[in-house]
């Protein structure tokens, strides 16, 4: 696996790897990831079309998607320890 690219995003941090013949999009936000992943046949601008797919409604969900994991984890936290 090796980076292609590093964006600067003021709610996460992007990282981009080429890892057999695919493109895996990995978001970070404290202690949680997102990760997703394209086929490179399917992109037909290389990392280019990645930057594309990573335009401002996707990013609102990721965002989104954070906070929502963010919640579940603590109230999964909070069971055990009033276990």
């Given at each position: 696996?090796?980076?292609v690219?590093?964006?600067p995003h003021p709610e996460c941090k992007i990282t981009i790897f080429s890892?057999?013949?695919k493109f895996l999009?990995?978001?970070e936000k404290g202690a949680y990831e997102q990760t997703y992943k394209l086929?490179?046949?399917d992109m037909a601008e290389g990392v280019n079309g990645v930057f594309k797919v990573?335009?401002?409604e996707f990013m609102k969900t990721v965002?989104?998607?954070f906070k929502q994991?963010?919640?579940d984890f603590n109230n999964a936290f909070n069971r055990y320890e009033n276990q």
């Open positions: 696996m090796r980076i690219a590093e964006l890892m057999n013949q999009i990995k978001l086929s490179e046949m990573l335009d401002d965002s989104e998607r994991m963010r919640s």
